[in-house]
């Protein structure tokens, strides 16, 4: 089996940075893709970042510019660099994966616990 533990949230006033890591444990199964979603009280939960086993990114229009995905695949680890945080950007912020097992043959997909993002005017 396979979990992922995200970490990194916290206060910042508006036009700081944080940075989130979501790390993946467990060597039965590949992660593939990666991504991070965020949900705000009263909003669904939206995706904010995925990247691709290839590499490939995906932003949503709001944080084109100002936030980064990145990926180390030594540590089963995905990132997410925010920088010119608004307080629109405030929200639980969740690590998401898909993983695959080849034999026998099984696929996850994998959610974290959340980690809670503030943003102050």
């Known amino acids: 089996q396979v979990q992922l533990a995200e970490s990194g949230g916290g206060l910042v006033q508006a036009g700081g940075s944080l940075r989130l890591s979501c790390a993946a444990s467990?060597?039965?199964?590949?992660?593939?893709?990666m991504g991070w979603y965020r949900q705000a009280p009263g909003n669904q939960r939206e995706l904010v970042a995925r990247?691709?086993?290839?590499?490939?990114?995906n932003y949503a229009d709001s944080v084109k510019g100002r936030f980064t995905i990145t990926r180390d695949n030594a540590k089963n680890t995905v990132y997410l660099q925010m920088n010119s945080l608004k307080p629109e950007d405030t929200a639980v912020y969740y690590c998401?994966?898909?993983?695959?097992?080849?034999?026998?043959?099984?696929?996850?997909?994998?959610w974290g616990q959340g980690t809670l993002v503030t943003v102050s005017s």
């Open positions: 998401n994966a898909a993983a695959v097992r080849l034999s026998p043959f099984k696929t996850l997909e994998l």
């Open positions: 467990g060597s039965a199964f590949s992660i593939t893709a």
């Open positions: 990247i691709s086993s290839g590499g490939r990114t």
